[in-house]
Structure formats: C-alpha cells, structure tokens
C-alpha cells in the first residue's frame, strides 16, 4: 500500500519561529490533507490539498503531486501551535481509506 | 450539533474479557471510521464504512468487529481484549468521497488499557 513518510520527527522552537514540516508519499494521490493534533489529543483537519498551494491564516501548504510531497509552513509560530502534525493521503482510485503518516511532534517555547 | 461522539472516553479492561466502545455522529456523514493512535505510530485505520450496511478493513482489522446498522452510529467490538490493543482510539466521519476534500471530523478518543 501506498507509504507516507514525514520529516522532522521532533522540531522544537522558540514563539515567533518559522518552520517547515514535510511529507512524501510513496504513491499518486486522491487525496491529501494536514492534521492537527493538539496536546489534550483533539484531531483538527488543517487542509485538504492534493496539489497546489492554500493559505488560512499562519499556515500554508503546497503539494507537488509529480514529486510526490507535500509541505506545511507555520510561520510567526505560537504556543498555540504545539502538538502533533499529521499527514494523511488516499491512493488513487478513490478506495476511502486514509493512510497516515507518524507526525511531527511540534514544540513552541514561550 | 454534537459532531461525533465517542464513549466511553476511559476504559480499563481485563485481558479475555469483551467490551464495545461507541461513536455516534449526527451529521449524516455516509463515511465512518475507527482508528488507533500508538506512540510513534500516527494513527492506523481499523475498519471503515461508506454506508450503513457497509463495512470494510483497514491496516489494523484482527481483534476487532464493527457493524453499521445505522447511518448515526458505528461501534467497534473487542471481542476478547489482548495487551497489544492497549492505544487511543479515534473515531471519524465525513460526508463522501474523501477526495473531493470533505471535511473529517474526529471524535476525543477513547483511552483503552488492557491488563
């Protein structure tokens, strides 16, 4: 089955950072998105975007589907922004099964 | 508008016996599915279904039952609980497909330890 794969696996940063989270995937794609997962567990989509650029906010995502990855950018991070990002695709042919990738594990330092 | 609901929010269970942990959403969502969340696992998929009726496997099926008898509810079963499915369960839906970018909303979790 398709592989999802993200990097870093850890990043810890100071308020007012940027950073960089990435995902490649083993696979063409139905479906891409970017999840949030905060430190009291709660799972929040952040963007569906199988290809492309979207903005919302501090955040940003691209995904170049011929090169099979995907990146979400955090900028002016906050404390707020702790937690777990994951990513999440749907191999093509529409089988409406979701594949994650292990998140990265974000820390924002006050 | 509750979303999804998930209960119990806590279990813990002894090995061998059976239990059922409940999700019910109230969006009319035709896509409900049960994950599990390890330590540096990310989430696994268990089982998933795309209507009532209809139920299908994921990664992670063995140990596990669902059925979806209703569109609201779907509820996995742990037939005879083992140590290994100590982990967080999510549960989610969405209106379908997925790939034309519907939302999925997941429930709190469920923390299970077996001992």
């Known amino acids: 089955g398709i592989q999802v794969e993200q990097s870093p696996p850890d990043l810890i940063l100071q308020e007012g950072a940027n950073s960089t989270l990435r995902c490649n995937f083993s696979?063409?794609?139905?479906?891409l998105q970017w999840f949030h997962q905060n430190p009291w567990g709660q799972l929040i989509n952040l963007f569906y975007?199988?290809?492309g650029t979207k903005q919302n906010g501090r955040l940003s995502a691209t995904t170049v589907a011929t090169e099979r990855y995907s990146l979400l950018y955090i900028s002016s991070s906050q404390t707020t922004d702790s937690g777990v990002y994951f990513c999440?695709?749907?191999?093509?042919?529409?089988?409406?099964?979701?594949?994650f990738g292990k998140g990265t594990k974000l820390t924002v330092n006050p | 508008n509750a979303g999804v609901t998930q209960t119990p929010k806590f279990q813990v269970l002894k090995t061998g016996q059976s239990m059922t942990l409940q999700c019910a959403q109230d969006?009319?969502?035709?896509?409900m599915s049960w994950y599990r969340q390890d330590p540096g696992m990310g989430l696994r998929l268990i089982h998933y279904?795309?209507?009532?009726?209809?139920?299908d496997q994921g990664e992670v099926p063995n140990g596990y039952n669902v059925s979806r008898s209703t569109t609201e509810d779907f509820p996995l079963r742990l037939l005879s609980a083992a140590p290994s499915q100590t982990s967080v369960y999510f549960c989610?839906?969405?209106?379908?497909?997925?790939?034309?970018?519907?939302?999925?909303?997941f429930g709190e979790g469920s923390w299970l330890t077996v001992v």
């Open positions: 989610a839906s969405s209106y379908l497909p997925l790939g034309a970018g519907n939302t999925i909303y």
């Open positions: 696979d063409s794609v139905n479906n």
């Open positions: 975007i199988p290809s």
């Open positions: 999440a695709v749907e191999g093509q042919g529409g089988s409406e099964k979701l594949v």
């Open positions: 969006m009319n969502h035709e896509y």
């Open positions: 279904s795309v209507g009532a009726g209809i139920t």
